[in-house]
C-alpha cells in the first residue's frame, strides 16, 4: 500500500479546505483502525504539528511505521548534538515508541548553516544506534536537493508533488533518487484540499488561477475520472515513489481516497503544470 497517513490535522487545525477544525481524539482512533485493516503502513508526523505526537501516543502505533521531522533549528541553541537527541527523545516519548522508521528535517537547508555537519552527524548516530532507521529531509522543491546531495547522504526524501506541481519529475530528481535507492514520500498530492475544492468554496486569492482550476475539471470529464482519481492516480502508480502521504479530517475522507486508488497512472498533460510559486507554494498563501 502506497498510501502513507498524514497526521498534521491531528495536531492543529491545518489545511485551505478542512473546515472541521483539529481530528478529535476518538476520530483518530477510527481513522487508524480503517488504515490498519487497508494495509496502510505508516504515518508521517512532526515536532512542528501541534498535539500530533501526543495524541498518536494515546492512541498508540504500533502496527505502523512512524515518520517525524525535526523542527527548523533556532541557532541560539548550543550545542547541535544535544539539539537533535533532544527533539528525538522528546518526540519517542510523545508517541510512546523506542524508534522511528524516519527522522527528517522540516528545514533541511539548516545543514548549509552553522553546526549543520553536527546536525547530520547526530542523525547518523541515532541511525547506527537502531534509534531511528532512516534519515531524510523534507523538502520544498528540487532545488533544496540539488544544494544538500553533493554534501549529504540520505535515506528518505519527502516532497510535494501533484496534478499542477510536476517539478520533482520534470527535474530529473524523482528519477535520481530512486535510482540512488532513497525512500522518496510525496506530499501535498491535494495541495492542502485546494485541488479538490469547488469553485464557489476556493478563497478569493486562488481567483487568479480560475482558468487552470476550469481545465482540471474539463480534462477529468474528458478522461471519466473524478478529480480525486486524478490526484491519486498521477502519483500512487508511479514506479519512483514510494509512499504518497495524504491527511484526512474523517474517515468518510479515508474511505473515499482508499477507494479512488487507480490501478493505472494518470498522466496530467503539461498544459496543467505551474511552477508559479504563489500558487504551488503554501506559504506563499496569502489568506
Known amino acids: 500500500m502506497k498510501i502513507a497517513l498524514g497526521t498534521v490535522?491531528?495536531?492543529?487545525?491545518?489545511?485551505?479546505?478542512?473546515?472541521?477544525?483539529?481530528?478529535?481524539?476518538?476520530?483518530?482512533?477510527?481513522?487508524?483502525?480503517?488504515?490498519?485493516?487497508?494495509?496502510?503502513?505508516?504515518?508521517?508526523?512532526?515536532?512542528?504539528?501541534?498535539?500530533?505526537?501526543?495524541?498518536?501516543?494515546?492512541?498508540?502505533?504500533?502496527?505502523?511505521?512512524?515518520?517525524?521531522?525535526?523542527?527548523?533549528?533556532?541557532?541560539?541553541?548550543?550545542?547541535?548534538?544535544?539539539?537533535?537527541?533532544?527533539?528525538?527523545?522528546?518526540?519517542?516519548?510523545?508517541?510512546?515508541?523506542?524508534?522511528?522508521?524516519?527522522?527528517?528535517?522540516?528545514?533541511?537547508?539548516?545543514?548549509?548553516?552553522?553546526?549543520?555537519?553536527?546536525?547530520?552527524?547526530?542523525?547518523?548516530?541515532?541511525?547506527?544506534?537502531?534509534?531511528?532507521?532512516?534519515?531524510g529531509i523534507s523538502v520544498y522543491g528540487p532545488e533544496e536537493l540539488e544544494k544538500l546531495f553533493s554534501r549529504y547522504d540520505f535515506d528518505m526524501v519527502q516532497a510535494p508533488m501533484n496534478i499542477i506541481d510536476q517539478r520533482m519529475r520534470e527535474s530529473g530528481w524523482l528519477d535520481k533518487l530512486k535510482h540512488s535507492g532513497v525512500e522518496v514520500h510525496i506530499r501535498s498530492a491535494f495541495l492542502q484540499g485546494l485541488l479538490l475544492m469547488r469553485k464557489d468554496d476556493r478563497p478569493a486569492f486562488f481567483k487568479p488561477w480560475s482558468d487552470l482550476f476550469l481545465r482540471i475539471e474539463e480534462w477529468c470529464r474528458d478522461e471519466n475520472i473524478s478529480l480525486l482519481e486524478a490526484c491519486l492516480g498521477c502519483l500512487v502508480q508511479r514506479p519512483q515513489i514510494d509512499k504518497v502521504v495524504v491527511g484526512v479530517t474523517c474517515q468518510n475522507q479515508l474511505e473515499d481516497i482508499l477507494a479512488s486508488i487507480c490501478s493505472h497512472q494518470i498522466k496530467p498533460p503539461a498544459s496543467l503544470c505551474s511552477h508559479d510559486e504563489a500558487l504551488i507554494n503554501p506559504s506563499m498563501w496569502k489568506l
Not at 27 to 49: E, F, M
Not at 108 to 126: H, I, S, T, W
Open 9 to 135: 490535522q491531528f495536531g492543529m487545525n491545518y489545511g485551505v479546505a478542512n473546515s472541521a477544525g483539529k481530528v478529535r481524539l476518538q476520530d483518530v482512533r477510527r481513522i487508524l483502525d480503517i488504515a490498519h485493516g487497508a494495509g496502510v503502513t505508516t504515518l508521517d508526523t512532526a515536532v512542528s504539528y501541534g498535539e500530533s505526537e501526543s495524541l498518536l501516543g494515546r492512541v498508540g502505533t504500533k502496527n505502523f511505521d512512524v515518520v517525524s521531522k525535526l523542527p527548523p533549528r533556532d541557532f541560539h541553541d548550543s550545542n547541535a548534538g544535544e539539539w537533535v537527541a533532544t527533539h528525538i527523545q522528546n518526540s519517542l516519548r510523545k508517541l510512546n515508541r523506542s524508534s522511528l522508521y524516519g527522522l527528517l528535517l522540516h528545514r533541511p537547508l539548516d545543514l548549509m548553516e552553522r553546526n549543520g555537519q553536527d546536525v547530520y552527524n547526530a542523525l547518523c548516530d541515532f541511525k547506527a544506534r537502531g534509534v531511528v532507521k532512516k534519515i
